[in-house]
C-alpha cells in the first residue's frame, strides 16, 4: 500500500520534530495519541462540531446523505412497520424483541404508568396555574428520584432496567399530568387497556366518557412522530445525559438535565418557532419579502438547517407524508400550503442550496401537533416522550462501556497572576 493511501494521520510538533502516526478507525482517530506527543495542548472545538465525545453503537446518522439508522435499521423502515415501544426496546437492547420479549416488555411498561399520588398532590398542584408544562416536567422528572431512592444503585443491571421502565412508562403521565394542571382541568388516570400513544392522548384528552377511544389515524401518527424522535445520537440533550450520568448521578436526576438542555430554541424548541413563523408570514404574497429579510440575515427559516444534516432530514420526508392522512381527519392546517410553498421556493433558492439548508424534522411536526389540537406549551413536552428512550440508550451504554466521568479542558485566556487590590485602592 502506497503512503497516500494509509489510513492515518500524522501530527508532528513543530517545536521538538517528534511526530506520531494515528491511525483513522471508524471514521475517528484517538485523541489519547495527540495528548503523548504534546501533553498540555488542548483542541479548542466550542459546540463540539469536530469533537467525537464516545463511540456508540446506537444511532448512526450520516448527515451528508441523509440516512438515519436506530442500530442498523433505517428510519424509514421503523416508521413503518414497528411501534414506539418496540423502538424503545430496540433501541435499549440492540435487537428487535421476539414475541415474548415484547409481550413482557409492553406489559412492564404499561403497568408502570401510576404515579405516586404525592406526586400529584403536592407536588403537580404546587405550580402556580399557568406554569409552563416543560417546566413542570423537568421538575417531576427531578422528583421521581426522590420517590426511587434505590434508583442511585446504578451498577445493578436489573434495578437499572426498572427505573428505565419506570422513566418510560411515567413520563406521558408527567406529560399530561402538567398540561391538565396548566388548564385547570382534573387528571385522568392512565388506561391500561389502551396503546403506549392511545394512553397518552386517552391522559390529555379525556373529559366525561367512561372510555376514550382514540382515532386510529391520529394514535398511529403520534406513534410514529415518537419514533422519529427516540435518538438521534450526540445531541445537545443527550450529551447532556452522558454528561450527568457520567458523575453516577441516578437516571431520574440525569433525565431531568437532559430534558432541561431541550427546552431550549435551539434544540427542541424549534417546532413552536416555526409555527409562529408561518403565522407573522400569514399569506403566499407575504412569502418572498419574508425569503428576502432571511437572505438579508433579519432572521432565519426556522425549521430549516441542521448542524449534522447537509441533506434533506429524513424524518422531515416522513413526518410530511403523515401530514396528509393527519389533516384527512382533523382538517388541514391553514398554515400547511404556506410551509409547502416556503419549502419549495427555499429548495430553488441559491442562499439556501449554497448553504445545504433543507427542512429539518421540526418543519412539519408543528402542523401536525397543532391539527391535533396540542397547544404549542406541550411541542417540547411530546419531543421529551419520544427522546427518553434514545437518552435512557446512551445512559446505560455509557454505564456499561466503564466511561470515565466528563471533564473537558479548557484554553486559558483571562489575566496572569495580580496581586489583590484593596478595595480603597481601586
Ligand atoms: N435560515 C437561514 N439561514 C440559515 C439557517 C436558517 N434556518 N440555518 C443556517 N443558516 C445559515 C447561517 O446564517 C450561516 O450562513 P453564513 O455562512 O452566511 O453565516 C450558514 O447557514 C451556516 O449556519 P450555522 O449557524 O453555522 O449552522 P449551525 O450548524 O451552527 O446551526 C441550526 C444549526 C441551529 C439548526 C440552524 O440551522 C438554525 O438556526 N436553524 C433554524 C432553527 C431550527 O430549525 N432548529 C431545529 C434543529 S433540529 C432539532 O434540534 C430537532
Given at each position: 500500500m502506497s503512503d497516500t493511501a494509509r489510513e492515518t494521520v500524522t501530527i508532528t510538533d513543530n517545536r521538538t520534530g517528534k511526530s506520531v502516526e494515528v491511525p483513522i478507525k471508524d471514521g475517528g482517530v484517538d485523541a489519547k495519541e495527540w495528548g503523548k506527543l504534546m501533553p498540555g495542548v488542548w483542541f479548542l472545538d466550542p459546540g463540539f462540531s469536530v469533537t467525537a465525545s464516545t463511540e456508540s453503537t446506537i444511532t448512526d446518522l450520516d448527515g451528508l446523505n441523509g440516512i438515519l439508522r436506530y442500530r442498523g435499521y433505517p428510519i424509514e423502515q421503523l416508521a413503518e412497520s414497528s411501534t414506539f415501544l418496540e423502538v424503545c426496546y430496540l433501541l435499549l437492547n440492540g435487537e428487535l424483541p421476539n414475541q415474548k420479549q415484547s409481550d413482557d416488555w409492553v406489559h412492564d411498561v404499561t403497568y408502570h404508568t401510576f404515579i405516586h399520588e404525592n406526586m400529584r398532590k403536592r407536588f403537580m398542584e404546587g405550580f402556580h396555574h399557568d406554569a409552563h408544562p416543560m417546566g413542570m416536567l423537568v421538575s417531576a422528572i427531578a422528583a421521581l428520584s426522590t420517590f426511587y431512592?434505590?434508583?442511585?444503585?446504578?451498577?445493578d443491571p436489573d434495578n437499572r432496567y426498572k427505573q428505565i421502565n419506570r422513566l418510560i412508562s411515567k413520563t406521558p403521565t408527567l406529560a399530561a399530568m402538567a398540561y391538565r394542571s396548566s388548564i385547570g382541568m382534573p387528571f385522568v388516570y392512565p388506561d391500561n387497556e389502551l396503546s403506549y400513544s392511545e394512553n397518552f392522548l386517552s391522559m390529555m384528552w379525556k373529559v366525561a366518557e367512561p372510555t376514550y377511544e382514540p382515532d386510529p389515524v391520529l394514535s398511529k401518527a403520534l406513534d410514529v412522530l415518537l419514533i422519529l424522535h427516540a435518538d438521534h445520537e450526540q445531541n445537545c440533550s443527550t450529551t447532556t445525559m452522558r454528561v450527568v450520568g457520567s458523575s453516577h448521578a441516578d437516571p431520574y436526576s440525569s433525565a431531568a438535565a437532559a430534558t432541561a438542555a431541550l427546552y431550549g430554541p435551539r434544540h427542541g424548541g424549534a417546532n413552536e418557532q416555526v409555527i409562529h413563523m408561518l403565522r407573522d408570514i400569514g399569506s403566499y404574497d407575504n412569502i418572498p419579502a419574508f425569503i428576502d429579510s432571511v437572505k438579508a440575515g433579519e432572521g432565519r427559516l426556522m425549521g430549516f438547517g441542521h448542524?449534522?444534516?447537509?441533506?434533506?432530514?429524513p424524518r422531515a420526508r416522513i413526518v410530511k407524508g403523515h401530514a396528509d392522512k393527519v389533516f384527512e381527519v382533523t382538517g388541514k392546517n391553514p398554515l400547511l400550503d404556506i410551509a409547502l410553498k416556503l419549502e419549495e421556493i427555499a429548495l430553488e433558492d441559491e442562499y439556501f442550496k449554497s448553504r445545504n439548508l433543507y427542512p429539518n424534522v421540526d418543519f412539519y411536526t408543528g402542523l401536525i401537533y397543532q391539527a391535533m389540537e396540542f397547544p404549542m406549551n406541550m411541542f417540547t413536552v411530546l419531543f421529551s416522550i419520544g427522546r427518553m428512550p434514545g437518552w435512557l440508550s446512551h445512559w446505560q451504554e455509557a454505564l456499561e462501556q466503564g466511561s470515565r466521568i466528563s471533564r473537558p479542558r479548557q484554553v486559558y485566556t483571562g489575566e496572569g497572576a495580580r496581586d489583590y487590590v484593596p478595595m480603597s485602592e481601586r
Amino acid at each position: 500500500m502506497s503512503d497516500t493511501a494509509r489510513e492515518t494521520v500524522t501530527i508532528t510538533d513543530n517545536r521538538t520534530g517528534k511526530s506520531v502516526e494515528v491511525p483513522i478507525k471508524d471514521g475517528g482517530v484517538d485523541a489519547k495519541e495527540w495528548g503523548k506527543l504534546m501533553p498540555g495542548v488542548w483542541f479548542l472545538d466550542p459546540g463540539f462540531s469536530v469533537t467525537a465525545s464516545t463511540e456508540s453503537t446506537i444511532t448512526d446518522l450520516d448527515g451528508l446523505n441523509g440516512i438515519l439508522r436506530y442500530r442498523g435499521y433505517p428510519i424509514e423502515q421503523l416508521a413503518e412497520s414497528s411501534t414506539f415501544l418496540e423502538v424503545c426496546y430496540l433501541l435499549l437492547n440492540g435487537e428487535l424483541p421476539n414475541q415474548k420479549q415484547s409481550d413482557d416488555w409492553v406489559h412492564d411498561v404499561t403497568y408502570h404508568t401510576f404515579i405516586h399520588e404525592n406526586m400529584r398532590k403536592r407536588f403537580m398542584e404546587g405550580f402556580h396555574h399557568d406554569a409552563h408544562p416543560m417546566g413542570m416536567l423537568v421538575s417531576a422528572i427531578a422528583a421521581l428520584s426522590t420517590f426511587y431512592p434505590e434508583a442511585k444503585d446504578i451498577d445493578d443491571p436489573d434495578n437499572r432496567y426498572k427505573q428505565i421502565n419506570r422513566l418510560i412508562s411515567k413520563t406521558p403521565t408527567l406529560a399530561a399530568m402538567a398540561y391538565r394542571s396548566s388548564i385547570g382541568m382534573p387528571f385522568v388516570y392512565p388506561d391500561n387497556e389502551l396503546s403506549y400513544s392511545e394512553n397518552f392522548l386517552s391522559m390529555m384528552w379525556k373529559v366525561a366518557e367512561p372510555t376514550y377511544e382514540p382515532d386510529p389515524v391520529l394514535s398511529k401518527a403520534l406513534d410514529v412522530l415518537l419514533i422519529l424522535h427516540a435518538d438521534h445520537e450526540q445531541n445537545c440533550s443527550t450529551t447532556t445525559m452522558r454528561v450527568v450520568g457520567s458523575s453516577h448521578a441516578d437516571p431520574y436526576s440525569s433525565a431531568a438535565a437532559a430534558t432541561a438542555a431541550l427546552y431550549g430554541p435551539r434544540h427542541g424548541g424549534a417546532n413552536e418557532q416555526v409555527i409562529h413563523m408561518l403565522r407573522d408570514i400569514g399569506s403566499y404574497d407575504n412569502i418572498p419579502a419574508f425569503i428576502d429579510s432571511v437572505k438579508a440575515g433579519e432572521g432565519r427559516l426556522m425549521g430549516f438547517g441542521h448542524r449534522v444534516y447537509k441533506a434533506y432530514d429524513p424524518r422531515a420526508r416522513i413526518v410530511k407524508g403523515h401530514a396528509d392522512k393527519v389533516f384527512e381527519v382533523t382538517g388541514k392546517n391553514p398554515l400547511l400550503d404556506i410551509a409547502l410553498k416556503l419549502e419549495e421556493i427555499a429548495l430553488e433558492d441559491e442562499y439556501f442550496k449554497s448553504r445545504n439548508l433543507y427542512p429539518n424534522v421540526d418543519f412539519y411536526t408543528g402542523l401536525i401537533y397543532q391539527a391535533m389540537e396540542f397547544p404549542m406549551n406541550m411541542f417540547t413536552v411530546l419531543f421529551s416522550i419520544g427522546r427518553m428512550p434514545g437518552w435512557l440508550s446512551h445512559w446505560q451504554e455509557a454505564l456499561e462501556q466503564g466511561s470515565r466521568i466528563s471533564r473537558p479542558r479548557q484554553v486559558y485566556t483571562g489575566e496572569g497572576a495580580r496581586d489583590y487590590v484593596p478595595m480603597s485602592e481601586r
